[in-house]
């Protein structure tokens, strides 16, 4: 399914906000169970356990009232005996709308029982107040019986409401741990759902996001091809897309740079070997005799024209390197010949500026693959920079040893230096410092670009470490042929 970002966001929200809802959802219809079983206890079971304690106390006292009257026949007594019945009444009456169905039958029993007890009570006052005789024991006793027996039942709903209180807190108990179970569950399924989801959102948006990020860095190392394929989200596939489009026209600019570069080196190259080989024929006397200022001329135009030769073909070499249209011969040789052709090219410049050149190779070298043409050409770019920065009478070095299982060389000079902000910079191709009057010959900021390039497509290294007046000492290393 392509959702787009957008939607892939709203929807993994909405399916965490659904979630978090049905979670809270059934913890609080979890409470709301908690609540009425509270309420229930505290509202109708205490309540009814209290007025059954207030109906036993005031049936006591209403008793003693009554036997006082008996006793003292004071009228007094008989009123609160009286006070105390509506009470009674009046709390029979609230204990029956809060009591079930079990409870109310031992209500209605207790009723009955009060009836009968206040018909016992009345007969017995009529008789007292009539001043009759009659057997105060006979109506004692049966008085006695009904108190005990409306006691008994006030008892009874007393234990049971006990009973069903006990069973209401069991029954709390059990639908905690019911709840606390059921929600670990359902918080631990929803929390995984949830990890799980935003690890899936976050993964479809990061994958593409990566590919962006390494296809960039791609580009910034010049390479164009135009593979990039992103299918979802559709925001990221029409970048992706962008992206391919971008690599194709940069590919094609490229090409067109090469292209250019290429033939207009050759263009170049064809009229200043003419400009070179003119001279040269000239300085030989084939124009008959030349004069020493026209030699002089003539000699700074094979020397000019050499240089300018030079650079057309550093130039047409980059260009080729970059490219990817040098092909490279390679094969498993010792370095140490080469090293030493490249020394003893140097020699006529060397003796010139009267530098000392040393060699200290640990001989032999193991063998490496190489295109023995291209490493000449790194190793001259290097010597030849050595040579030219260093001023007459100083020494260079070059220096080659094997070095944790890669074959390493340095070249190392007591030239001016280069500053620390540069060392990385200077293989940039049309790089160059400023080392006003420490050369002879202006160069192209070619040289170092291109044996960088040659080394890296060995499948080596090359940098460079110096400080400034402390001279530089060039390395580059390459893998040994197994
Ligand atoms: P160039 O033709 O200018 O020498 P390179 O690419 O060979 O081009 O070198 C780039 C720059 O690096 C030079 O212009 C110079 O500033 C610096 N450089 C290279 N080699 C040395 C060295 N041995 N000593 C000091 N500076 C150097």
Redesign the pocket.
Known sequence: MRLSLFSRLTLGYLTIFVLVTAVSAYAIHQLRRFDTLTRSILSIDNRLLDLQKVLADKLDTQSRFEQNFVLTKKEAEFEQFLRLKEDFEAQLNQANALADAAAQNLLSQIQRDYQSYQELVAEEVQLIRAKKVYTQTEYKQAKDQFIDTIQASLNEIKANQQQATYAKLNQLAQTVDQALQVSIMITSACLLAIVLLSLLITRSITRPVALLKSKTREIAEGRFDAGLRISSPPELAELAAAFNRMCERLGEIERMKADFFSSMSHELRTPLTSIKEGTGLLLDGVGGQTTDKQRKLLTILAEESNRLIGVVN?LLDLSKLEAGMLNYAFETVNLDPLIRRAVAEIAPLVEAKQITVETAIDAPLPPARLDPERMLQVLR??L???V???PKGGQVTVAASPVDGKLQVS?Q?S????PAE?LA???E???????KG??TR??????????KNIITSHGGEIW?E?ELGQ??K?FFVLPCSA
């Open positions: 550093s770019n290097l030849g920079n050595a030219k920065f260093t070249v000079d030239g001016p230096g280069i540069s910079a200077i293989f191709k049309f790089h160059q410092g400023n080392h420490a050369h202006p160069g192209t900021g070619l040289g170092l670009a291109i044996a460079a110096s001279g530089s060039f």
